[in-house]
Each structure stands twice: as C-alpha cells, then as structure tokens.
C-alpha cells in the first residue's frame, strides 16, 4: 500500500526493471554524475523498463518478470559517446553494442501489467545528469565529454542480470529482486 503526496493509500507502487554498471565502469560513472548533479545519489544503471506506476502487488509483478527475464540470453552492453536529450537537457552514455537487446526486453516486457505509456520512445542510456538549471547543460556536456574521453576504463560491460526496484516515489528506489538472465547463449 502506497500513500500518495495527497495523504490517500493507493494500491500503486513505482517500479522499474534496471541492469546496473558493475565496478569499476559503475564506480566511475557514480563519481561522474555526482560531480555533474551533487544532490543525486548515484549507481549507474540502463534502465530496461523505466519507472511506471503499477496498480498490481510487487509480488505479482516479480513472478512475471521470472517467468519471462530469463529466457533472455546474457549479452554485453558498450558505453559509447556522451550526448543529450535535447526535450529534456538529461545529459547520457549512448549504448552501441547491447541496444537491440535492451529494446526487444523493453518491448516484450512493456506489456499487460507492467505497460507504461511513457513520455518519451524508449532510448536505452545512462543517464549521467538530470534535472538541470537552465542554462548549465552545455557546460556540464563539455565537463562530461572530457572526463569520459580521459577514462581508460573498458567501456563494455556484462549484463547477467535484471535487478526489479520499487519506490514509494520515484526518486528514492529499494531494489526487490535480481533476476538472472541465461548463461547460455543459444537462449534466444
């Protein structure tokens, strides 16, 4: 149960379904974003199915994504440019090898319960900076682009798993769940 900003309970819950960064690319990316916007509380995540509110239990929701999550095959993920969403000033890592993965499990699993009608078509990204004054995106576009450019990190990373997170709003998030996806790569 769920109250909301208006003082009524509400059987909505926020959710998301989020592959995060693992070390030492994750570490990196926290301490980049945090520089860029002090008042977030980074990890570093691709988000899979974006935050939506959803009117089911939790529960009902982690039993879905059992059932389908792991008929996904493991793939790997590669941070490429930086860049930003002009609508929005949301300053990100574009993803090159991994987008068509990360959209076809948008797609499958954007639907009955977990459908969203979202405000923007599904990108998959990292965001590094949201939520910014007017007028500080290009500055902290060309401070992002640097600090990315200096990084010797590998920019490629595993992604083994789905980790399903809830919140009561959408700004502070528990994970629930991590759900694995198969090893194998004959899995779909």
């Known amino acids: 149960m769920i109250v909301g900003d208006n003082g009524l309970q509400c059987n909505s819950a926020w959710l998301a379904l989020v592959a995060y960064v693992p070390d030492p690319l994750g570490r990196f990316l926290d301490k980049l974003r945090k520089a860029l916007t002090p008042s977030y509380r980074p990890r570093a995540h691709v988000s899979i199915l974006p935050p939506r509110l959803v009117g089911v239990p939790h529960e009902s929701v982690a039993a879905r994504l059992r059932s389908i999550v792991p008929s996904f095959a493991a793939f790997d993920v590669e941070a490429t440019e930086i860049e930003v ?56 576009l060309e401070k992002a682009r640097l600090e990315w450019s200096r990084s010797r990190l590998p920019r490629r990373f595993s992604v083994q798993g789905a980790t399903l997170l809830t919140s009561a709003n959408p700004n502070r998030w528990k994970d629930l769940e991590i759900i694995s996806l198969n090893a194998s790569p004959a899995a779909r």
Request: net charge negative.
């Open 85 to 140: 969403f002009p609508e929005t000033s949301v300053i990100y890592l574009e993803i090159g090898a991994g987008n068509q993965e990360l959209r076809r499990m948008h797609r499958t699993l954007n639907t009955g319960d977990l459908a969203y009608d979202e405000p923007f078509e599904y990108h998959p990204h990292i965001t590094l900076a949201q939520d910014l004054p007017p007028g500080q995106a290009a500055a902290l």
